[in-house]
């Protein structure tokens, strides 16, 4: 098993204690960190890497991702002016969606990983939607995941709005996944709804009896992004979109529950009860308009966090998270700590999934590491930290770590052609955006 040594590194756990330590050695076996201290640590390495006082993050996780809308960047606006957040589903995501074939698909899950993996996002947790390129979608998610040395957590949105057929067919893939994946260390199948709203008794219903036959298995779905999920959930008798899915009995410890923004009380005890996660997405949430979660669903829930397809850099979302919360409080009063939700929540989410520790650069854990180029202008020390983290480390990272190998070097794309990649997106996205022009 290969031996590496990390010397003059200053590393930062920001909800760790010591949050901080300078001129750290980390040693590394396989992909496994062994050690972290200001000593040297004994003993030979196959490779020693002398990082000249730059500074290192845990690599960062996407709690909640949608790679393909990777070619949306700059797409053309809709002709109608979507009024509502419905009608931003119709004129735009849902058609881009319906758009999406092997090719262009292929193209969102490379160019929208190495967007991620530039900004120091190691570990992602996905919602895909390609109604006409459904089956073996999950599974080249997954191998484009790992030829870049990522964690990758799949599942395929289930919905009734493309027909029974793409209903059965999307079902089946994530079915498919789970029995593919389930005992693989990088890869975390989920169940994918699309939403409360868009599926029907008769649907909610198959999927519950299609469980059944896993042994282990965990929904991913959007839950109150908008008021109109939880007023068809009252059409439809119940008394919230939360209390409809565990009518169905869909709601466990592994499920992931994306959004919640307009979720009562109720609630956020029903999703204590099954232990359940829920991720927040402010920057999505911000451009569609349609509100903004609670402090109390985020604390009590302990929410982790997620871009929601707006973008690949986790610090970006932490800092337009509570530069948005900021924007609607008062003087004094009470905000979200985006550094926990971060650096705590993130990692406790996604080690449950994948049943490994992720997220710290502490003995034990996978060794991903995002190392910037870094002279801070003033000092830093525990105390310091928060303002470092998001008014600091504005750039992308020089190097980026995954499973004890360097997957971008003086910010060089080691095993593959960055220019490549771009340039295929680039052509794949002139043949998208013909469905919208």
């Excluded at 930062?12 to 010591?18: G, V």
Aim: charged share 25%; hydrophobic share 35%; proline share 4%.
């Amino acid at each position: 098993m290969k031996k590496t040594l990390l010397k003059n590194l200053h590393v930062i756990n920001p909800c760790s204690d010591p949050a901080f330590i300078e001129n750290a050695f980390v040693a590394i076996s396989g992909e496994t960190i062994e050690s972290v201290d200001s000593s040297e640590p004994s003993g030979t390495f196959d490779e020693v890497f002398d990082l000249d006082g730059k500074v290192a993050l845990p690599g960062m996780i996407n709690a909640h991702h949608h790679l393909y809308s990777a070619l949306a960047v700059g797409m053309p606006l809709p002709k109608g002016n979507p009024t509502n957040f419905t009608e931003i589903l119709q004129e735009v995501w849902w058609k881009m969606d319906l758009a999406l074939d092997r090719d262009s698909t292929q193209a969102c899950f490379e160019s929208g990983l190495l967007d991620s993996l530039k900004a120091g996002t190691t570990t992602f947790i996905d919602h895909h939607c390609s109604p006409s390129f459904i089956e073996g979608s999950l599974s080249l998610l997954a191998e484009t995941g790992e030829k870049f040395g990522l964690n990758s957590s799949v599942a395929f949105e289930i919905t009734d709005r493309n027909g029974t057929e793409k209903f059965e067919a999307s079902l089946q893939e994530n079915i498919n996944a789970v029995r593919k994946f389930s005992d693989h260390p990088n890869v975390h199948p989920l169940i994918g709804l699309h939403a409360s709203f868009t599926l029907s008794e008769d649907s909610l219903r198959k999927i519950r009896t299609a469980l059944d036959s896993l042994k282990s298995w965990g929904i991913h779905i959007h839950v109150s992004e908008d008021k109109a999920d939880e007023e068809d959930a009252l059409k439809k008798s119940y008394g919230s979109v939360l209390e409809r899915l565990d009518k169905f009995d869909l709601l466990n410890e592994n499920a992931l529950i994306i959004h919640g923004l307009h979720i009562k009380d109720s609630d956020v005890d029903l999703l204590q009860k099954h232990k359940a996660q829920i991720v927040h997405n402010p920057s999505s949430n911000a451009n569609n308009r349609v509100g903004m979660s609670s402090n109390n669903t985020i604390k009590q829930l302990k929410s982790g966090l997620g871009t929601d397809g707006m973008q690949g850099s986790m610090l970006r979302e932490g800092k337009e998270g509570m530069l948005i919360r900021s924007s609607h409080l008062g003087g004094g009063e009470d905000s979200v700590n985006y550094l926990q939700l971060l650096f705590e929540n993130n990692p406790t989410i996604a080690s449950k999934l994948f049943g490994k520790k992720l997220g710290y650069i502490l003995p034990e854990y996978q060794a991903d590491l995002a190392i910037f180029d870094y002279a801070p202008r003033t000092p830093i020390s525990d105390a310091t930290i928060f303002g470092h983290v998001f008014f600091g480390l504005s750039g992308l990272p020089c190097d980026v770590m995954t499973r004890g190998e360097f997957r971008i070097r003086d910010y060089q794309l080691q095993n593959f052609s960055e220019q490549e990649i771009k340039a295929n997106a680039v052509t794949q996205a002139k043949k998208l955006w013909v469905h919208f022009l």
